[in-house]
């Protein structure tokens, strides 16, 4: 439905010209004399100054190109071109064709094509970067232009004609939402039917050479020209519309990734959120937990399995790796087994004993024997109930002890990748682990199970050595 009042559609009748730096369209009476996107924080100005085309010199220095990627997702893109270079899709859906983004010019042939595949009924676009030369396609075909009013000043060359809120399904399963962040009106579009994100410059990916759908690498920032990151609160806005959109393929004006999705973004989030933000490429290895094939269980402990236990205490080996607790456990169990049973999995009342010999209350948490047929070691879960911070005194939410005899059978990764629903189950949507520096093997343990750098703190038991710390998500 237009908006039926056009009292000064005059103005889109001026000739259009392009930004040679950028690929900026601007409508006016003579050539501009300045680019308004050059201009911006987020952009450079030329080196040697201002060069615009017209949209004939433009289509003939910029060959238009199309593919269908995807069944019914065409790809529009320009090459060669100068500028910042954006593809634009067309989405196919029964009810109708989307169209999202715009490539710096749209030749003849290519809106022929378009107009072969059934026109544009809607039109919208991630952010100004993003516009190319959709004013091309809205002379042509007329759709609805759905563009959120944040970017507004952006799109004098357009008329707009649904602006929205912070949501807009503009055709069934095509959900519009805002995003804000890297643009005040930054958008991404969700294809629910084929879980496809159009992430505009929400993400940006780095592609492997030999696989142009195949990402390598992830990034979010808020300008990626000049490297500046997102604020915190941004990132988390983020997060909060990516959540809940189930997608595994994630594209950008620039790249189609395949292999990306919801678990990719989030994870590269909420690594930048546990420490602080940044505009780097992480690679997406790093961010996917590797399937942990598990050959042990995570026993309880108990009278039956002690045996093993003590002769693992007896060959010198120690449940704690900050003091050594062999003797005094060994003496325990001989006073009283049952006692000293309880006393491992029993928080209330009990303590523990500090390396400096002092003494605090026990927190709460779980406590298992890693079992392959025979006792191999311990791991434990503990945490402040209502809370990630943990005291002190206590580096982790997480400590692992395998005995010497059954290390690097890859016990300890699974023995994590266990303890890791059972954090789940306590309530804690993630948890803390951490490594000395120097333990490469305790390094790919972590990783293994999606650990995500969180920076590092000071050792608290060795001077001038650092604790490596690591989130581990809960939730996948
Ligand atoms: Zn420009
Ligand atoms: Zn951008």
Redesign the pocket.
């Known amino acids: 439905m237009s908006p039926g009042y056009l009292p000064f559609a005059g103005a889109l009748r001026l000739p259009a010209f392009v ?1 040679d ?4 369209w601007q409508r006016h009476f003579a050539v501009p004399p300045s ?1 308004p ?2 201009l911006d924080s987020r ?1 450079v100005v ?1 080196q040697t100054g ?1 060069q615009f085309w017209t949209r004939e010199e433009a289509q003939t220095r910029w060959p238009c190109h199309w593919a269908e990627v995807e069944p019914g997702v065409w790809r529009f893109w320009n090459d060669p071109v100068t ?1 910042i270079g954006p593809s634009a899709y067309l989405i196919q859906t029964p009810d109708g064709n989307m169209g999202f983004e715009g490539c710096p010019v749209f030749s003849e042939a290519a809106l022929d094509h378009i107009a072969s595949l059934g026109g544009m009924q809607v039109l919208a676009a991630s952010h100004p970067h993003a516009y190319g030369a959709l004013w091309q396609l809205q002379d042509r075909f007329d759709p609805e232009l759905a563009l959120h009013p944040g970017d507004l000043e952006w799109s004098g060359a357009l008329q707009v004609s649904w602006p929205f809120d912070e949501v807009l399904e503009p055709l069934p399963g095509l959900e519009l939402h805002l995003t804000a962040g890297h643009f005040a009106g930054h958008t991404v579009l969700f294809d629910r039917a084929r879980r496809m994100l159009f992430c505009g410059d929400a993400l940006k990916f780095e592609l492997d050479p030999a696989d142009p759908r195949r990402a390598l690498t992830i990034s979010a920032h808020k300008a990626f020209v000049r490297g500046i990151p997102l604020t915190p609160s941004e990132l988390r806005r983020y997060r909060e519309v990516f959540a809940p959109l189930d997608f595994v393929q994630t594209w950008t004006p620039f790249e189609q990734a395949r292999n990306s999705g919801r678990a990719e973004a989030l994870a590269l989030i909420d690594g930048m959120l546990a420490t602080r933000p940044h505009a780097a490429p992480v690679s997406l290895d790093s961010l996917r937990p590797v399937q942990v094939v598990v050959t042990i269980s995570l026993v309880e402990p108990s009278l039956d399995r002690l045996p093993g236990y003590v002769a693992a205490l007896e060959a010198g080996w120690s449940p704690n790796s900050t003091r050594d607790v062999s003797g005094e456990q060994l003496a325990a169990i001989r006073g009283d087994p049952e006692d000293f049973l309880r006393g491992l999995v029993e928080h209330e009342g009990r303590t523990v004993t500090l390396a400096d010999g002092s003494k605090v209350p026990r927190l709460p948490g779980r406590v298992f024997w890693i079992w392959d047929g025979a006792f191999c070691g311990s791991i434990n879960l503990r945490f402040v109930p209502g809370t990630l911070d943990l005291p002190p005194h206590v580096s982790g939410h997480l400590g692992y002890a395998v005995v010497p005899w059954k290390r690097g059978r890859g016990y300890a990764t699974q023995a994590l990748a266990l303890l890791v629903p059972v954090a789940r189950e306590s309530g804690l949507p993630r948890v803390l682990v951490t490594c000395d520096e120097g333990n490469a093997a305790s390094r790919r343990v972590i990783e293994a199970n999606g650990g995500i750098p969180a920076g590092r703190k000071p050792h608290p038991d060795q001077d001038g050595e650092s604790k490596l710390l690591f989130w581990i998500s809960t939730t996948g």
């Open positions: 930004c730096n950028c690929g900026y680019c996107m050059c952009h030329p201002w500028g």
